[in-house]
């Protein structure tokens, strides 16, 4: 009888266990999807980008606002947010505001750039920096429909078909799509391919979850009315401290609508999004960069 009590306990308890194992299984598959992670840095008039997935780490441009005052802001963030190498750094184009982090390279890091080699040295209208060749790292140019692979993560270069200036113009900006899982990023650098993103990308770039506005975000504007209504961002990231209301109206005007608070600038402070690809997507303002960084 005693035991009888036992078995039907053992009985309930197995059934019990066998109910949860399934949900177990599934919470189990989702948290073992690593989480990426896009952070904006606040630098002022200068764009600055680190994307890690679990131990890759890439930098999309890396700029200094004042070249004639250079500060190691990009360099300090990498450190406080604990990223001891970069993979990859993909320069937009070669402004100093984007691309005074390669004169800190490091030997097994690939630069990618739009020009087919780096420019000996950048003037920007009053100060001239040497930057070629590359302190150490190696350069390879990219084009449109270039894919890069890093784990589960893919970067696809949509642009720009041709160059005007060799990499060198706002113009030349590169402009990729990062996806990870169902979860879609375009980065424009000071430019997207404003009336003409590709037919074959268009998919691609349609309802994307988050757009990188071109910094100077405001009149003229550097992404096209056209592009915008296929692009149709659920956030909106721009560096600088452009003025986010103008932004969320240029938008609405041509009835593409996300929420204000969506576009997330340097007023936003240093900016991080998570995400697992999937339904997991959470945007920190303000944050610290050293509370991302991974435990020892
Ligand atoms: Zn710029």
Same mark, same amino acid.
């Given at each position: 009888?005693?035991?009888?009590?036992?078995?039907?306990?053992?009985?309930?308890?197995?059934?019990?266990?066998?109910?949860?194992?399934?949900?177990?299984?599934?919470?189990?598959?989702?948290?073992?999807?690593?989480?990426?992670? !896009?952070?904006?840095?606040?630098?002022? $008039?200068? #764009?600055?980008?680190?994307?890690?997935?679990?131990?890759? =780490?890439?930098? !999309?441009?890396?700029?200094?606002?004042?070249?004639?005052?250079?500060?190691?802001?990009?360099?300090?963030?990498?450190?406080?947010?604990?990223?001891?190498?970069?993979?990859?750094? %993909?320069?937009?184009?070669?402004?100093?505001?984007?691309?005074?982090?390669?004169?800190?390279?490091?030997?097994?890091?690939?630069?990618?750039?739009?020009?087919?080699?780096?420019?000996?040295?950048?003037?920007?209208?009053? &100060?001239?920096?040497? $930057?070629?060749?590359?302190?150490?790292?190696?350069?390879?140019?990219?084009?449109?429909?270039?894919?890069?692979?890093?784990?589960?993560?893919? %970067?696809?270069? %949509?642009?720009?078909?041709?160059?005007?200036?060799?990499?060198?113009?706002?113009?030349?900006?590169?402009?990729?799509?990062?996806?990870?899982?169902?979860?879609?990023?375009?980065?424009?650098?000071?430019?997207?391919?404003?009336?003409?993103?590709?037919?074959?990308?268009?998919?691609?770039?349609?309802?994307?979850?988050?757009?990188?506005?071109?910094?100077?975000?405001?009149?003229?504007?550097?992404?096209?009315?056209?592009?915008?209504?296929?692009?149709?961002?659920?956030? &909106?990231?721009?560096?600088?401290?452009?003025?986010?209301?103008?932004?969320? =109206?240029?938008? #609405?005007?041509? &009835?593409?609508?996300?929420?204000?608070?969506?576009?997330?600038?340097?007023?936003?402070?240093?900016?991080?999004?998570?995400?697992?690809?999937?339904?997991?997507?959470?945007?920190?303002?303000?944050?610290?960069?050293?509370?991302?960084?991974?435990?020892?």
């Amino acid at each position: 009888m005693r035991m009888g009590r036992m078995a039907r306990r053992m009985a309930a308890l197995c059934l019990a266990l066998l109910l949860l194992l399934p949900v177990g299984f599934v919470c189990a598959e989702e948290g073992t999807q690593p989480l990426l992670e !896009v952070h904006q840095m606040a630098l002022g $008039i200068a #764009d600055g980008y680190l994307i890690r997935l679990g131990d890759v =780490n890439i930098l !999309v441009d890396g700029g200094n606002a004042n070249p004639m005052a250079p500060t190691d802001a990009v360099v300090n963030y990498l450190r406080a947010a604990g990223v001891n190498r970069l993979d990859a750094v %993909i320069i937009t184009h070669w402004h100093l505001d984007h691309c005074m982090c390669t004169l800190f390279g490091e030997s097994d890091t690939v630069v990618y750039s739009p020009a087919e080699r780096v420019p000996d040295s950048i003037f920007n209208g009053s &100060v001239t920096v040497k $930057i070629g060749p590359l302190v150490t790292g190696e350069h390879r140019q990219m084009h449109m429909g270039d894919v890069l692979i890093f784990g589960g993560m893919t %970067i696809t270069c %949509i642009g720009p078909e041709k160059l005007k200036q060799g990499g060198g113009c706002n113009q030349d900006s590169l402009n990729f799509v990062m996806q990870y899982g169902s979860r879609r990023f375009l980065f424009t650098g000071d430019f997207a391919q404003s009336n003409c993103i590709n037919q074959q990308y268009t998919e691609l770039c349609a309802y994307v979850d988050v757009l990188k506005f071109p910094h100077h975000g405001i009149e003229p504007y550097e992404i096209g009315k056209k592009a915008l209504r296929v692009v149709r961002p659920q956030y &909106v990231l721009v560096p600088g401290v452009v003025n986010e209301h103008s932004i969320w =109206n240029f938008a #609405d005007n041509i &009835v593409v609508k996300f929420p204000k608070e969506n576009v997330l600038s340097n007023a936003d402070g240093h900016v991080v999004i998570q995400t697992d690809g999937g339904e997991r997507f959470e945007v920190c303002v303000k944050v610290d960069p050293a509370d991302f960084a991974p435990a020892e």
